[in-house]
Nanobody
């Protein structure tokens, strides 16, 4: 499985970006696909994910109401629409897939995920 994230860039506060994650293929029977981010000196955090079994979507508290995750199965692509961007959204954004659920782990826990893309930089600055 190869994941290719793209769409990052420099944007002013209040602006928007749409990230794309193109997969060579999605793992057979995989559990979830998600977006994560990591800023310098900080731990990687879950931004949003889709549970493939029930289509449940989860968002991190800091992005609720501003970010929207979606997927195009025909194109093996997952998107992250980011609106009302803030400087604190600046980070490298990664997409990843999880093979299975692990009891006690949130769907947004990076430790759940097995395959990772290379990341795309998002910088929000005036």
């Amino acid at each position: 499985v190869q994941l290719q994230a793209s769409g990052g860039g420099l944007v002013h506060p209040g602006g928007s970006l749409r990230l794309s994650c193109a997969a060579s293929r999605f793992p057979t029977g995989y559990y979830a696909i998600g977006w994560f981010r990591q800023a310098p000196g900080k731990e990687r955090e879950g931004v949003s994910c889709i549970n493939i079994n029930d289509d449940k979507i989860s968002y991190g508290d800091s992005v609720k109401g501003r970010f929207t995750i979606s997927r195009d199965n025909a194109e093996n692509t997952v998107y992250l629409q980011m609106n009302s961007l803030k400087p604190e959204d600046s980070a490298v954004y990664y997409c990843a897939t999880a093979d299975k659920q692990i009891l006690g782990f949130s769907d947004l826990d990076p430790r759940l995920y097995d395959y990772w893309g290379q990341g795309t930089q998002v910088t929000v600055s005036s």
